[in-house]
């Protein structure tokens, strides 16, 4: 069999031609096609990786932003807690100040409803007193209570004390102005000379007096003279009877306060009068 080389130069011809062509129209464009795609599939994984990242980042960020708000939060519900507290302990500390205040405007308020109350229970004492006394003395002695007080007053002249005589006399020597002499009443002339000669007896010299009527002077007599002083009334009654009282008013409103219970029956004994003699 003869070989037409012609023919087969022919169809390499043709061959080497075709190969160009597919390379050049068709396998070319498809390469290109193939690296374009490649790439825009590696910029979408790009981007997909920023994104990703991005994500990442902005996860970070706002679990570190939860993790601060929830720091903020534990630090302001405890610094809330702390100044309920203080706000609490000072509405109590307060309260209780308010409380004493009130406790201490209470007692103040009862201290002078007890001033006032022994106050007129000790005038009502004196206007009593001096009644029954005035009373009494006139009926069993026949004997004014005026005049059985100057006799009184001027047997504590006489029956001083030396150191209280010795006092006494200084003070009337050294005095430029005259002794005075104080009642509760106006004493009448046979009184105001008995005590004239008790005091001029007592200190062998004329002693000057003045005489003055005084409603302090509580059923009695008193003689002054350059912070010396020397006394008899019945004051020392009205005293126990004032203190008795003010024990009395205390304990029942101790009691009120308290709890109540029931008062014993108090015992008292009256005191005897008795003569003051000392500096005003």
Not at 74 to 81: D, F, S
Not at 240 to 268: F, G, M, Y
Request: glycine residues 4%; aromatic residues 6%; charged residues 30%.
């Amino acid at each position: 069999m003869l070989i037409d080389w012609f023919t087969v130069a022919a169809q390499i011809v043709n061959f080497l031609i075709l190969v160009w062509l597919l390379k050049h129209f068709l396998y070319q464009p498809i390469l290109n096609a193939i690296d374009a795609r490649e790439k825009r599939i590696a910029a979408e994984l790009a981007d997909a990786d920023a994104k990703k990242a991005e994500a990442e980042k902005q996860r970070a960020d706002f679990e570190n932003k939860n993790k601060e708000f929830d720091q903020q939060r534990t630090a302001m519900l405890g610094k809330a807690t702390d100044d309920a507290k203080a706000e609490r302990e000072r509405l109590i500390d307060q309260a209780k100040k308010d409380a004493e205040t009130l406790r201490a405007s209470q007692a103040d308020a009862l201290r002078g409803d007890q001033s006032r109350l022994g106050g007129e229970l000790t005038l009502l004492a004196e206007r009593e007193v001096f009644a029954i006394a005035r009373k009494t003395l006139a009926d069993l002695a026949t004997v004014s209570l005026e005049e059985r007080v100057g006799e009184v007053f001027t047997r504590r002249l006489r029956e001083l004390e030396p150191k209280a005589k010795e006092l006494l006399g200084d003070a009337l020597k050294n005095s430029s102005q005259p002794a005075l002499v104080r009642s509760a009443f106006v004493l009448p002339a046979g009184e105001r000379a008995a005590i004239q000669n008790a005091l001029n007896e007592t200190f062998s010299a004329a002693v000057r007096i003045d005489f003055e009527d005084s409603q302090d002077v509580i059923c009695g007599i008193d003689l002054s003279a350059n912070g010396q002083k020397v006394a008899w009334s019945i004051a020392g009654y009205l005293g126990d009877l004032s203190k008795k009282v003010s024990d009395l008013v205390d304990a029942e409103s101790h009691a009120a306060i308290k709890t109540p219970t029931k008062p014993e029956a108090a015992k008292t004994h009256a005191p005897e009068p008795a003569a003051l003699v000392g500096a005003k």
